[in-house]
T-cell receptor, first 118, second 114 residues
């Protein structure tokens, strides 16, 4: 079974500073990795995804993440934080079953609340 | 186009009552998922539909929980004899086809069991 660990339940940065949210996964088969963002009282919005191919993926709102197989990591970064980035961020993994099929269900990390100070 | 919609947005019920939560996926999306988000357990998968079939029900926490999907579209999650531990936000998501693709989430239904 796959799992996701997000290091740091709360991260606080100053506006304009680098944002780094950490995600490590565990999977016995090649993973598909996602970052979602959740604003208060809203559903989840996809930031970016890694399926196959290029390991550095770019998403919306200036975010990007790099898939590092050797480190089983998929950390989310943004060079310069904006006040509007304050939200909760979830890393998630999905895999194909042994038979090559997929139910596509997402296994989520515990989430990281990002606070941005002026 | 319209996104995933869920109703009601909030539901308060007494312990022991039954509740029904509704999800309208994006038109044309054949895959539909229910998740539960709670303070103690985080985001948990409940059930997956492909069309009207549910090949993965592994996340349903007890036999008090059931779900159905009709016409390959609307889905209803039913919780019978609600308990306080059922209090959570129930999220629905949909995606296109059978491959692993991004899931589009609805705003959720906040269920409070008193």
């Amino acid at each position: 079974a796959q799992s996701v660990t997000q290091l740091g339940s709360h991260v606080s940065v100053s506006e304009g500073a680098l944002v780094l949210l950490r995600c490590n996964y565990s999977s016995s088969v090649p993973p598909y990795l996602f970052w979602y963002v959740q604003y208060p009282n809203q559903g989840l919005q996809l930031l970016l995804k890694y399926t196959t191919g290029a390991t550095l993926v770019k998403g919306i709102n200036g975010f990007e993440a790099e898939f590092k197989k050797s480190e089983t990591s998929f950390h989310l970064t943004k060079p310069s934080a904006h006040m509007s980035d304050a939200a909760e961020y979830f890393c998630a993994v999905s895999v194909y079953n042994a038979g090559g099929t997929s139910y596509g269900k997402l296994t989520f990390g515990q989430g990281t609340i990002l606070t941005v100070h002026p | 186009g319209a996104g995933v919609s869920q109703s009601p947005s909030n539901k308060v019920t007494e312990k022991g009552k039954d509740v029904e939560l509704r999800c309208d996926p994006i038109s044309g999306h054949t895959a539909l998922y229910w998740y539960r988000q709670s303070l103690g357990q985080g985001l948990e998968f409940l059930i997956y539909f492909q069309g009207n079939s549910a090949p993965d029900k592994s996340g349903l926490p007890s036999d008090r929980f059931s779900a159905e999907r009709t016409g390959g579209s609307v889905s209803t999650l039913t919780i019978q004899r609600t308990q306080q531990e059922d209090s959570a936000v129930y999220l629905c998501a949909s995606s296109f086809g059978r491959q692993i693709r991004e899931q589009y989430f609805g705003p959720g239904t906040r269920l409070t069991v008193t």
